[in-house]
């Protein structure tokens, strides 16, 4: 299986001399957004707010290879270990989700199986971080906080608003930095920025 | 049946009217502790050992209240809440009896400790953020200050702190307040959105990462900080 991540508003033609593992994943991708008729097998997919997320099964080796090279330059395809932490991340937090909305949906002032949605949209994006501990809780505030820990001393918590609130853009999250529990920064962003600006963070 | 409760929570006429935060803040490690009456399961997020935010709302912290534990309470003390007229201030050299409250008090089946280090609580400066109104400007020009601002509003600076709170059953009870820029408490009936925004970030800031499920020690407070005559 295979995870591919890419910008939706980027499409264009584009010839690469890319290997073959690589390329097959670009043209299942392609696939997915429309530039073929014969959709390779698609095990998944799911949108988030500027991304399409795909997860994929093997391509059928009958699939013309050459014949569809019609991709995005803006395909982000990730690395096999940057894909395995998002699957173990997803299967770590899912079931904390689903727990959340048993139990606390009452404090979700929205259709619940939308909220649950949006919800995993943001998991999915959250997942790309490399974390130790995560715990999931839905609030009384009609949010989902993320809290996430490394090391035993860094904690990013990520709270995603359910509906719009105020000093924070639509779709954004409030996030707060604590190391050693000391509260270091707090802001409100774009979670994709946040993810990457989190992890480049963490490899310093 | 009537309840018991435990008469070392009592104030005594010989204590002091109210213990200095300061100097008990100056101690290794004071700590002081409030009970949720959720299971610990609902209580903490176990895993990343975090209150849960259906505990403590943000606009609860201006007043929450807290015990000072290392005198004489003990984590079993939690599970006695004073109510009503016993919630009332005690002042020295008041007498109270239990006798007087014994409809004043109950005890909950769940008391689970929500640990805070008093350092990390007591005298600490949070962000808030206020529309850049006259009111804001008439602030700024009286405290001749240069605030940082965005677009449409200034960042003041607000302090967090503890003070002793003794009830009329319990001198162990001490609560949290919230200061805005110019010294004045915020207080709930001020419902300003910038109050509001003063109550969010105060929780951000200084409650929701330094909650803690459990303290490896705590100090023992000494008896010159609440006895009259040592």
């Known amino acids: 299986m295979g995870s591919v991540i890419l910008s939706d508003s980027e499409v264009e033609l584009y010839q690469s001399d890319i290997d073959d593992d690589s390329l097959r994943k670009y043209i299942l991708v392609a696939a997915m957004v429309g530039c073929f008729s014969e959709a390779p097998k698609i095990q998944a997919a799911t949108y988030s707010a500027n991304q399409i997320e795909l997860k994929l099964q093997e391509i059928n080796g009958s699939f013309d290879i050459e014949k569809y090279i019609d991709i995005s330059k803006a395909f982000k395809i990730q690395n096999d270990s940057e894909q395995s932490v998002e699957f173990k991340n997803m299967s770590i937090i899912s079931p904390k989700i689903d727990k959340e909305f048993e139990k606390y949906s009452n404090y979700i002032e929205k259709d619940i199986s939308s909220a649950k949605a949006e919800a995993t949209g943001v998991a999915k994006v959250i997942a790309q971080i490399k974390f130790d501990k995560i715990s999931v809780e839905l609030t009384p505030s009609n949010t989902i906080k993320f809290t996430l820990t490394f090391d035993k001393e860094k904690m990013l918590m990520v709270t995603y608003p359910f509906d719009t609130i105020e000093g924070v853009n639509k779709g954004d999250v409030v996030f707060s930095v604590f190391v050693n529990r000391k509260h270091i920064a707090s802001d409100s962003m774009n979670l994709t920025d946040l993810v990457a600006g989190f992890n480049n963070f963490l490899s310093v | ?230």
């Open chain 2, 1 to 230: 049946m009537r309840l018991k409760y435990p008469c070392c929570l009592i104030p005594k006429s010989y204590y002091k009217d109210c213990m200095d935060m300061n100097k008990i803040a100056a101690l290794k490690r004071p700590c002081v502790v409030r009970s949720s009456s959720k299971p610990f399961n609902e209580t903490f997020n176990i895993e990343t050992d975090t209150l849960r935010e259906d505990i403590i709302f943000p606009k609860e912290i201006m007043g929450l209240s807290l015990n000072l534990i290392g005198g004489k309470l003990h984590l079993r003390h939690l599970k006695y809440r004073a109510k009503g007229s016993a919630m009332k201030e005690w002042r020295k050299p008041e007498k109270t009896t239990i006798k007087k409250y014994q409809n004043s008090f109950e005890k909950t089946k769940i008391a689970v400790p929500i640990y805070f280090y008093l350092k990390d609580i007591n005298n600490k400066p949070f962000p808030y953020y206020r529309t850049k109104d006259s009111e804001a400007q008439k602030l700024i020009k009286a405290l001749n200050i240069n605030p940082p601002a965005t677009d449409d509003k200034f960042i003041f600076e607000g302090q967090c702190f503890v003070k002793h709170t003794p009830n009329k059953i319990n001198y162990w009870h001490v609560e949290m307040f919230l200061d805005d820029i110019n010294k004045a408490e915020i207080t709930p009936k001020n419902k300003s959105v910038w109050a509001r925004s003063a109550a969010t970030e105060a929780y951000k800031h200084i409650v929701s990462g330094n909650a803690r499920s459990v303290v490896e020690k705590y100090s023992i407070i000494p008896k010159a900080e609440y006895l009259e005559v040592a």
